[in-house]
């Protein structure tokens, strides 16, 4: 079974502030996905990090993946409002009888960013 | 391209009644899956598809079975609903996590609430 852990559950920061919220996973994996939901919408794919070591960036976000030790880390730069929502991350896990994978989703980091 | 679409937004449902949740998506995709999300649980995969004709367990399958007669429609049904399957249920889409780049599209969600 793989478990996908995040860490903070919930995070409240000011605007201009630095933050990485963390992401581990119990079984061997070489991909891992990052999304992105506002509340009452639906999810967003932010990034897809496709082996050990991958490093993506978009705009105040940066994602990395450390495949050896199980770990992806979700950096935001100099916050703004607008980057407040929920982030989950998410690993393929082949469930059994079906050919292919499905996601394994954290429970999700709720961010709140104030002025 | 509207991407994947979702029938109905809402539902309330009584103990003991059926329904069926459609999914379409008009992007070709291979894979469908269905989530339910439900709050401090992130997702859980309850069936997926890798193809017309074809569906397979995910994490949280029990009370629910699915079609897929089509290759653009995924069909989610509860024949007997339970106040416990009250949740937000998300449709996904993608070309399969096994190719490279693959990622999922997510789908509005139906927000069902049984009594």
């Known amino acids: 079974e793989l478990k996908v852990e995040q860490n903070p559950l919930f995070l409240s920061m000011q605007e201009g502030k630095n933050y990485t919220i963390y992401c581990n996973y119990s079984?061997?994996?070489?991909?891992l996905y990052w999304y992105r939901q506002d509340p009452g919408k639906s999810l967003e794919s932010l990034f897809v990090l496709l082996s050990n070591g991958a490093v993506k960036q978009e705009g105040r976000l940066m994602a990395s993946l450390d495949t050896k030790a199980r770990l992806s880390t979700l950096h935001i730069t100099a916050a703004v409002h607008d980057l407040s929502a929920t982030y989950f991350c998410a690993v393929p896990f082949m469930y059994s009888g079906g050919g292919a994978d499905g996601l394994t989703f954290g429970k999700g980091t709720h961010l709140i960013i104030q002025p | 391209n509207a991407g994947v679409t979702q029938t109905p937004k809402f539902r309330v449902l009584k103990t003991g009644q059926s329904m069926t949740l459609l999914c379409a998506q008009d992007m070709n995709h291979e894979y469908m899956y269905w989530y339910r999300q439900d709050p401090g649980m992130g997702l859980r995969l309850i069936h997926y598809?890798?193809?017309?004709?074809?569906?397979a367990k995910g994490e949280v399958p029990d009370g629910y079975n699915v079609s897929r007669l089509k290759k653009q429609n995924f069909l989610l049904g509860l024949e007997s609903a339970a106040p416990s399957q009250t949740s937000v249920y998300f449709c996904?889409?993608?070309?399969?996590?096994?190719?490279?780049?693959?990622?999922?599209?997510f789908g509005p969600g139906t927000r069902l609430t049984v009594t």
């Open positions: 079984t061997t994996s070489d991909r």
């Open positions: 996904a889409s993608s070309y399969g996590l096994d190719r490279f780049r693959a990622v999922e599209y």
């Open positions: 598809s890798v193809g017309e004709g074809t569906t």
